[in-house]
């Protein structure tokens, strides 16, 4: 039985109802999302997964750093779809980032993904190295898994309460992925970056100590965060400038809107000319060269049809 779209479901791992994050995607497109807070698990109807940005992409990352409070509940190896219960397929999906992996229902109704999958695909995270690990323990005492929140001992490779890699959040990539547009571009957020085993500070490009903190010891931008919830505290920032772009876009940022749909509105005319010819040299009608300007002589064709209707119609009342 396939249950509607909309209404709040139980999980299939843990049978907990299921909160429904009402959200937009691309364009404004209302797009629902199901999570389930102690399973850290992402249901999504359309399994291409959600083109989130802006304010959208925002609360689900404060509602994954709010689940993380809550301890991990193991996932079955035989989960369920969420529409019909049916078996699911592991999917590779191959991003920018590498690839990542949802389970989808073979019927085609959807995908679970975990936290931590979820933010491998949109390029968030990366793998914890040893300095990072250092870096954490220094700053925290402890590693936490950014999929689950769960504290992670200091030699393990896989987070033991959700199997999940240990890995960091990348806050350049998020302020990124949250604002592509680049609305709130002059916000220091955007400076902060952390590139895999980079000792230096991408900001001002300040070297850095291996024994270092998150924050660049020259000019205090972030480097990295070990943990969602920081990452969304950082972030959180951009909130307000995300909700007024949302709502109405600066000048600048349509102006640069405009000028990307350019070449593709001229390449789908070009498509449609070329379709168009295809279909008149298949169909045997005017040759290609004489398709140019095709509409003025139909109108013109319409035109005198009329005109010689008219005519033998005042001749007719006339007589
Ligand atoms: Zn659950
Ligand atoms: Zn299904
Ligand atoms: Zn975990
Ligand atoms: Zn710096």
Not at 152 to 160: A, L
Not at 237 to 257: D, F, M, N
Request: aromatic share 4%; charged share 20%.
């Amino acid at each position: 039985m396939n249950a509607p779209a909309g209404a709040a479901l139980a999980c299939r791992n843990c049978g907990q109802a299921l909160r429904v994050l009402a959200l937009q995607g691309h364009y404004g497109r209302a797009l629902e999302i199901d999570l389930c807070a102690p399973c850290h698990l992402l249901w999504f109807d359309a399994i291409e997964g959600a083109h989130l940005a802006g304010p959208s992409l925002l609360r689900l990352v404060g509602e994954m750093a709010q689940a993380q409070s809550l301890p991990h509940t193991p996932l079955k190896p035989q989960l369920g779809c969420l529409r019909c219960a049916g078996p699911l397929h592991t999917v590779h999906n191959p991003s920018r980032y590498g690839a990542s992996l949802q389970l989808e229902c073979t019927q085609r109704h959807g995908a679970w993904q975990s936290f931590g999958q979820f933010l491998h695909q949109k390029g968030l995270v990366r793998p914890m190295n040893s300095a990072d690990r250092h870096r954490a323990l220094q700053r925290d005492g402890a590693l936490h898994c950014v999929n689950c929140g769960g504290g992670i001992g200091q030699g393990d490779t896989v987070c033991s309460w959700c199997g999940s890699v240990p890995a960091v959040v990348d806050v350049a990539r998020l302020a990124l992925a949250l604002d592509p547009e680049g609305a709130t571009r002059q916000h220091a957020v955007h400076r902060q970056r952390g590139e895999a085993g980079a000792l230096s500070c991408a900001a001002c490009g300040a070297a850095q100590p291996a024994e270092g903190g998150w924050a660049c010891t020259s000019c205090g931008a972030t480097l990295t965060v070990p943990g969602l919830a920081e990452a969304h505290r950082q972030v959180s920032a951009l909130g307000p400038a995300l909700r007024a772009h949302a709502e109405r876009p600066a000048p600048h940022v349509v102006q640069e809107r405009l000028a990307r749909q350019q070449p593709a509105l001229q390449r789908q005319r070009d498509r449609a000319r070329e379709m168009q010819k295809e279909a008149d040299r298949a169909s045997g009608r005017v040759p290609p060269k004489e398709r140019d300007g095709w509409f003025d002589i139909e109108m013109i064709g319409m035109a005198v049809d009329l005109l010689r209707w008219l005519g033998r119609l005042v001749f007719r009342l006339w007589h």
